[in-house]
T-cell receptor
């Protein structure tokens, strides 16, 4: 079975500050890991994903995440927060099976203060 | 990239009526679609897996007679909330996997825009 834990349901940063959203996973096989962003009353948009290869993954809007197998983590970072980054962020894990859905974490709401 | 369209985006209905939500894959074939439900300020909870040409697979605790799923073609899945009640009010999101594309083995899902159902 797979699971995802996101530490911190709310994170608040100042504009221009570092963004760090934490995600730890559990999977019985090598996982595929995703970060999605959700704006109010909208669906989910893929920020970035780790499948295989380089463990530091770059995504859209300046976000990146590093897969650390030894720590079972996939934390999301951005060097400098922008007001437009305020949204809900979800970490998700997949075991790659075609007919299996993604398992999502509980989500982290990012607030960006001016 | 793969695009999933969901309709309607918002619907308000009276208690006891039925509401249908459509989920379409616009530029790829989706043999499998997933329906999620999201309560305010909470995560996405998987309701059911919709399989083209066969019965949907429901998660534990989801009433199959309340939430009817039909996946009659490779590009369309529908969710019908039957005899809706206020407790069914929620944000429903569909997603699909492009099983023939480059993401077919990674588990990546493409999401619709979501449908907010309000039952009065």
């Amino acid at each position: 079975a797979q699971s995802v834990t996101q530490l911190g349901s709310h994170v608040s940063v100042s504009e221009g500050a570092l963004v760090l959203l934490r995600c730890n996973y559990s999977s019985s096989v090598p996982p595929y890991l995703f970060w999605y962003v959700q704006y109010p009353n909208q669906g989910l948009q893929l920020l970035l994903k780790y499948t295989t290869g380089a463990t530091l993954v770059k995504g859209i809007n300046g976000f990146e995440a590093e897969f650390k197998k030894s720590e079972t983590s996939f934390h999301l970072t951005k060097p400098s927060a922008h007001m437009s980054d305020a949204a809900e962020y979800f970490c998700a894990v997949s075991e790659g099976l075609r007919r299996r859905a993604l398992t999502f974490g509980s989500g982290t709401r990012l607030q960006v203060q001016p | 990239g793969a695009v999933v369209s969901q309709h309607p985006s918002r619907v308000i209905c009276k208690s006891g009526t039925s509401v249908k939500i459509e989920c379409r894959s616009l530029d790829f074939q989706a043999t499998t679609m997933f329906w999620y439900r999201q309560f305010p300020k909470q995560s996405l909870m998987l309701m059911a897996t919709s399989n083209e040409g066969s019965k949907a697979t429901y998660e534990q605790g989801v009433e199959k007679d309340k939430f009817l799923i039909n996946h009659a073609s490779l590009t369309l899945s529908t969710l019908t909330v039957t005899s809706a009640h206020p407790e069914d009010s929620s944000f429903y999101i569909c997603s699909a996997r492009d099983v023939y594309g480059t993401t077919k083995n990674t588990g990546e899902l493409f999401f619709g825009e979501g449908s907010r159902l309000t039952v009065l």
